[in-house]
T-cell receptor
């Protein structure tokens, strides 16, 4: 499967725990984007990364959220001390270019539930 | 700030009954308008990119069109397997896509 791979597909955490979401981009893609989809809301941009660099994190909450895309391995979205409001579907997308006029291809998401 | 509004929120059709979905947008410097299809529990699946007013793209029963203010997704003689949420997004002057909330299409046999 050469598509965008996200894991886990479902993640349950208790309030105060940490959540780690992983994303492997499509083969040949070096640009990764994270989006969050809340119930009844559209997809909202969170962060854009290239290998070892955060390019734009303007959509990410200032506290508790961080993202990385190391030289080797998947991109990680990390949420510390989770709260109920963090419950959402988190989608990763990748592209082969920085040109926003080219389509981004999405994974099937991680559904995060906070107890 | 880029904005995308989709209408209607939900649309129910009978099999074979053609219709259109609307996507109105405001964006500073359109780099691309995108249509995606999303099935329950899945991620958005890319359908089309439109770049300039007057452009049209077709794929099976779907045709997307673009003006300076809106895009339409026309569905001709839909089948039950066309049931999904259709998402519209714009790419503007920065790196992110701005999405609408989507139109939930249900096609009854």
């Amino acid at each position: 499967n050469a598509g965008v791979m996200q894991n886990p597909r479902h993640l349950v955490r208790r309030r105060g725990q940490e959540a780690r979401l992983r994303c492997s981009p499509m083969k040949g893609h070096s640009h990764v984007y994270w989006y969050r989809q809340l119930p009844e809301e559209g997809l909202k941009f969170m962060v854009y990364l290239q290998k070892e660099n955060i390019i734009d994190e303007s959509g990410m909450p200032k506290e508790r959220f961080s993202a990385e895309f190391p030289k080797e391995g998947p991109s990680i979205l990390r949420i510390q001390q989770v709260v109920r409001g963090d419950s959402a579907a988190y989608f990763c997308a990748s592209s082969s270019t920085t040109d926003v006029g080219q389509p981004q291809h999405f994974g099937d998401g991680t559904r995060l539930s906070i107890l | 700030e880029d904005q995308v509004t989709q209408s209607p929120e939900a649309l129910r059709l009978q099999e074979g009954e053609s219709s259109s979905l609307n996507c109105s947008y405001t964006v500073s410097g359109l780099r691309g308008l995108f249509w995606y299809r999303q099935d329950p529990g899945k991620g958005p699946e890319f359908l089309f990119t439109l770049y300039s007013a007057g452009e049209e793209k077709e794929k099976e029963r779907l045709k997307a069109t673009l003006t300076k203010k809106e895009s339409f997704l026309h569905i001709t003689a839909p089948k039950p397997e066309d049931s999904a949420t259709y998402l519209c997004a714009v790419g503007g002057s920065n790196y992110k896509l701005t999405f609408g909330k989507g139109t939930l299409l249900t096609v009854n046999p």
